[in-house]
């Protein structure tokens, strides 16, 4: 992660996880009832339901918009984070903690050291704990964005509340391997997640492959990570000219896995029962995406797209997915089509293994 100094080993707790962020939010003994977490949206929904396992912590949802006048759609700013915390203690919540997701899932936002600094000190002002989400970090795929990880600041704005996550499961296409990390400076919070190792605890066996696999430096970078950056760029590259061609608008990022597109021209009327029909359609033609609500985004219509796969997989599922979309065209016919055409494909053409 490009550290000044070097880490140390006795600030990194390994867990399995579902993730760590279960861990991270509810053994940690940091919230209590009825504390809240801060959240900007959309995020990966299967935090909220990490939350809840545990716990009865409510998330307190930043709404970043699709449309917001002069800056660039769903962009997080310390304003909106201000925005969110005021309304939240007029509400009588007592926030402890705000979620930051670098790179962002679903949006692939990749945040600059600039902004998450100002994020950080927004944290510091408020007593915070910053738990900073970096599961996609080597995922940044074009060759003139750099990833700077918050351990890579010269100094953190508050240490003892600032907790970094980082997994195997993206960065190294390990998903089911169940390793993950967190790193902090606060020694109760390592003591108490080493605790939870007990029920979360990566096995002997595992930690010593990973050992093994992350000590092989030349291998990653020489070989690895460049290979899988070539493949990103192309898989990117085929989805985003087809999205093009189709005119559907989407946010051109460089990281991460799928690409967050705005697919409202099909809905009939703008609600979520309307994305969720469309969400049925493409799975009746054995496509998978994820609906924007999902991950609780607050304008329906907006989708996932997986486009980290085989070159075969991609174009069968677009093909069945956009011809979905390019017969159903903006009259949003798609339901008719759901009665009328049976799916074009038996074979299973899948976007999106769900939980990425
Ligand atoms: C932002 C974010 N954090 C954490 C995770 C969980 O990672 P894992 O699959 O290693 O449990 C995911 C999985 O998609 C994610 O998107």
């Not at 490009?2 to 991270?24: F, I, K, M, T, Y």
């Not at 953190?156 to 390990?174: E, I, N, Y």
């Amino acid at each position: 992660c490009g550290s000044p100094r070097p880490l140390r080993a006795d600030n990194v707790s390994e867990l399995s996880p579902p993730q760590p962020l279960v861990v991270l939010y509810n053994g940690s003994s940091l919230l209590y009832i009825p504390d809240a977490i801060l959240i900007p949206t959309p995020f990966y929904g299967v935090i909220a339901e990490d939350v809840h396992l545990y716990s009865g912590v409510r998330l307190f949802h930043v709404h970043l918009d699709c449309e917001p006048t002069g800056s660039r759609p769903f962009h997080l700013t310390v304003d909106k984070l201000e925005e969110a915390m005021r309304k939240a203690i007029s509400e009588g919540l007592n926030v402890r903690a705000v979620v930051l997701v670098n790179p962002h899932n679903p949006l692939a936002d990749v945040y600059s050291p600039q902004e998450m600094t100002g994020f950080l000190e927004f944290a510091k002002r408020h007593k915070l704990h910053a738990i900073v989400d970096e599961v996609y970090m080597l995922t940044v795929f074009e060759d003139t964005v750099t990833f700077h990880s918050v351990l890579s600041m010269d100094s953190l704005p508050d240490p003892q509340r600032t907790h970094v996550m980082w997994g195997m499961s993206k960065d190294f296409a390990m998903a089911g391997v169940r390793v993950g990390t967190v790193y902090s400076d606060n020694r109760d919070l390592v003591e108490a997640l080493d605790k939870l190792g007990m029920f979360h605890g990566v096995p002997g066996p595992i930690q010593h492959q990973m050992a093994i696999l992350l000590q092989d430096k030349d291998w990653i970078n020489g070989k690895f990570l460049p290979e899988n950056r070539l493949r990103m760029q192309a898989a990117h590259r085929y989805m985003t000219g087809e999205l093009q061609s189709l005119g559907v608008p989407y946010l051109h990022r460089p990281a991460g896995f799928y690409i967050w597109a705005d697919l409202r021209k099909y809905l009939y009327e703008p609600s979520f029962a309307e994305e969720l029909s469309l969400w049925r359609c493409f799975l009746r033609h054995k496509v998978v995406l994820s609906c924007g609500q999902a991950f609780h985004c607050s304008t329906p219509g907006w989708f996932r797209i997986v486009f980290t796969d085989r070159q075969q997989h991609l174009t069968l599922g677009t093909f069945s997915c956009f011809s979905l979309l390019m017969i159903a065209g903006e009259e949003n016919r798609y339901r008719e089509m759901l009665i009328f055409f049976p799916p074009p494909f038996s074979a299973c053409s899948l976007f999106c293994p769900v939980f990425l």
